[in-house]
């Protein structure tokens, strides 16, 4: 009895992680500004090489749900959320290029 609790155990955990790891085919759509949705794709992100953490740490957005961390523009270009890459160095950069991120 106790090996088949273990195995299910074992099992819905696997379950719970397949559905956590739905961020890279999913794009989640920011809409609250006023310039337009941001459509944030999980898999160019992920094709572009990042591990979850690269995002997903104390610092930036601590939890994979969406709406957590309020992002504006101003922690943008200082540099934090996505701001962090979106600098002109290690991505295009955000105060350059406002219509890449707010497409409507
Ligand atoms: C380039 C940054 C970045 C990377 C890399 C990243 N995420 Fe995310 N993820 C985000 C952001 C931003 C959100 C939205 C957070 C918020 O609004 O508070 C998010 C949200 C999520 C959500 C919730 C989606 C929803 O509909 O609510 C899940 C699940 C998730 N991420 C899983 C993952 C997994 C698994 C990985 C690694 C394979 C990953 N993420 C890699 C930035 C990233
Ligand atoms: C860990 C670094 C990193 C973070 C954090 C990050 N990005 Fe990106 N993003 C990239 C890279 C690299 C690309 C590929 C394009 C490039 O090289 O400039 C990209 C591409 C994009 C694109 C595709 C644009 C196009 O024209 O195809 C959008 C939109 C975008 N990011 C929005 C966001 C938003 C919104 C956030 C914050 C919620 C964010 N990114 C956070 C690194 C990052
Ligand atoms: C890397 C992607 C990205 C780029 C580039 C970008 N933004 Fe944003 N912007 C966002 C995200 C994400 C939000 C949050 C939207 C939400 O919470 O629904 C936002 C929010 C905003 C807001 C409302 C909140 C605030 O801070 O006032 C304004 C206005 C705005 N952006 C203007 C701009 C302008 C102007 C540019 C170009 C100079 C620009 N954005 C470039 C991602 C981006």
Known sequence: MKKIMLLLTIVSFCAVTAVMAVQPKKTISFDKAKMGAV???GSVHKDAGFKCKECHNKEMFPKMKQGTV?????KI?????????HDGTRAFSAKKSCKRCHVK
Not at 70 to 74: G, L, S
């Open 70 to 74: 309020e992002i504006t523009m101003d």
């Open 77 to 85: 270009y200082a540099g934090e959320l996505c701001g962090k890459c």
């Open 39 to 41: 459509e944030f794709s």
